[in-house]
């Protein structure tokens, strides 16, 4: 019937199977229109109604408060990087930022916002090649900052806010591309959450972005309309031809985590999924994770071989045996097995056992 393999990559990242049947089902006929559900107007009703269960079903999942706003918005999370200083930095006159540099990503966001205000970067793991969060104290944050941003979990490095900091009136930014829907949250604690789709929640090119309403007016005239918050939201984000499909297959990835118990339910089973990896790289010395244990992430398990030479035979081994794109990123080297929410907890006891099994061969 199937010949899908486990799919480790960080993203675009495997989603869940009922969904991508689903999907297709309906993709030449959509509730008998006769046309797929790309053919059809995004202003259409058919397609209105996606855009409304998709905001309930966020509502329900995340538990997102009335004072927030759902916005879909195009180029992904790193668009936001720059959307994040348009719509922000103005909110106080010196035009300030706090910037957790916890990563790649998060670096990429600072150099972003520089060109738009003073950012401060002094919160950096870069030394220890980010194997950690940085040491945050919340009160030690510039009472002048227009926002702090953090990433809550760092994809390529295997790192996450294990708990939120409040900062208190200084509105905090997250971009939580590799972990949103992962875990439950106080929304509250936030000013802004985005994140690309393209790991637990859909196909890539759209952001989801949350944001809490007294946030909507302070945007730079400069701002693009289509990067504008108060824009997309007025216009429930159809200020232009939205993404259909990628709204379309989201919802059904939303109904799919609804089905399987929401948030809480999911949260527990990748805590059980993330141990089941954690073991294996920590039962012997032949395995070595790479980040700091205290601030491991759920969703991106690294890992090296304490032998390197070994690295390519594991990553080649693995391929055939049905573990797809397990080579770490680059910038870490070693191994990566990314485990979202569609991962099934069948999948990281296959890759445990497999791991095991390589070393008594090799070790
Ligand atoms: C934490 C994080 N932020 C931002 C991005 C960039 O997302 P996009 O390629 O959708 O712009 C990624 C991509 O992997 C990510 O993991």
């Not at 970067?121 to 702090?148: C, G, Q």
Request: glycine content about 6%; aromatic content about 10%; charged content about 25%.
């Amino acid at each position: 019937m199937t010949n899908r393999v486990y799919n480790f990559g960080a993203g675009p990242a495997m989603l869940p199977e009922t969904v991508m049947r689903r999907a297709q089902e309906e993709f030449l006929d959509y509730r008998g229109l006769g046309a797929s559900v790309i053919e059809i107007s995004h202003r259409s009703r058919d397609f209105m109604e996606i855009v409304e269960a998709s905001n309930a079903l966020l509502r329900e999942l995340a538990e997102i408060p009335e004072n927030y706003r759902i916005l879909y918005m195009h180029g992904g999370a790193q668009m936001q990087f720059s959307a994040i200083p348009m719509n922000l930095i103005a909110r106080r006159p010196q035009r300030k930022a706090a910037y957790v540099v916890s990563g790649n990503f998060a670096d990429l966001a600072a150099k972003e916002a520089a060109r738009y205000g003073e950012i401060d970067t002094s919160r950096n793991s870069a030394e220890s090649n980010f194997d950690r969060i940085p040491e945050f104290d919340a009160h030690a944050l510039d009472v002048e900052s227009s926002y702090t941003h953090i990433t809550s979990n760092n994809t390529i490095y295997g790192t996450r806010w294990n708990a939120f900091p409040d900062t208190g009136e200084i509105p905090l930014v997250a971009d939580m591309t590799s972990e949103f829907l992962s875990r439950e949250l106080d929304i509250n604690r936030f000013g802004v959450i985005f994140a690309s789709l393209q790991k637990n929640l859909g196909p890539s090119g759209l952001a989801l972005v949350i944001v809490r309403q007294d946030l909507l007016d302070h945007a730079i005239p400069e701002t693009p309309g289509l990067l504008n918050y108060r824009i997309c939201a007025e216009k429930h984000s159809l200020a232009n031809t939205i993404n259909t499909f990628a709204v379309y297959l989201m919802k059904l990835v939303l109904e799919w985590l609804r089905d399987e118990g929401g948030v809480q339910a999911i949260e527990q089973r990748n805590a059980d999924k993330a141990a089941i990896l954690y073991e294996a790289v920590d039962g012997s010395d032949f395995y070595l994770g790479t980040a700091h244990a205290a601030h491991r992430s759920h969703m991106n398990v690294t890992f090296n071989l304490a032998e390197s030479g070994l690295l390519e035979t594991f990553l080649r081994e693995a391929e055939s045996s049905g573990f797809y794109a397990l080579k770490g990123h680059r910038k870490v080297g070693g191994a990566r097995a990314s485990i979202y929410n569609a991962m099934p907890a069948e999948g990281c006891r296959a890759l445990a056992d497999f791991m095991r099994h390589f070393e008594r061969r090799r070790g």
